[in-house]
């Protein structure tokens, strides 16, 4: 069984699930399943589909998007559309480089309670991040933000695969962020 902070989860929250379909949202969307208002994005058709079709067919209010992220992110910035949990799964590809490095705010921008990105060991080492505190301290202080506390960071695997021929130590992690609110 993955884990997963479901205890964020309200069943009348509206979610955006990204990068959601590798594994037909075993670590992810099936945390979601009793929630009616869910948009999942991801790249991969075949596996969107199936999803649809079969893994969670009793919700026909879920929306699938096959779709790169990023463009869907611009339009949902550029519609002022929000959602109460965002949640994104970049740890496979540099995709998890590319959100801690520059891209965080496109989609801290899309929450107004919870953000949760995992996040493997790379990251940890490349930032020196391993604690709460210090994720919130290099967020806050790169994307120049106030609003964000980290509160939790669940261990989910003890290995995992960049090529899938290479496994490494160290683990991938589930890191949950809180947005505040500014007074
Ligand atoms: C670690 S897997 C996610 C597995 C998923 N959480 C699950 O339980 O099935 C990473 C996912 O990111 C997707 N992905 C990679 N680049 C993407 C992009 N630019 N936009 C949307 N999805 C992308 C991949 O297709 C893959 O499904």
Redesign the pocket.
Known sequence: M?LYPSYIIDISDSVLL?????????????FYRECDNVVL????ED?LEVMKNKTYSTKKTWEYIN????DVLKNYTEQNRKFDIVSV?????N?EQRIYDTDFLKIFNCTNKYLVV?ASQDIFGKYNINIKQDITDMIKEKYKIDNIDCIDIIKRSDYYSETWEHTKVGGVYWVVFEKKSVI
């Open positions: 993955a990204l990068c959601c379909a590798a594994f037909l949202g075993k670590s992810d969307a099936e994005v991801d790249i991969l596996k779709r790169c992220m990023f799964d970049p740890w496979t590809g995709l995992s």
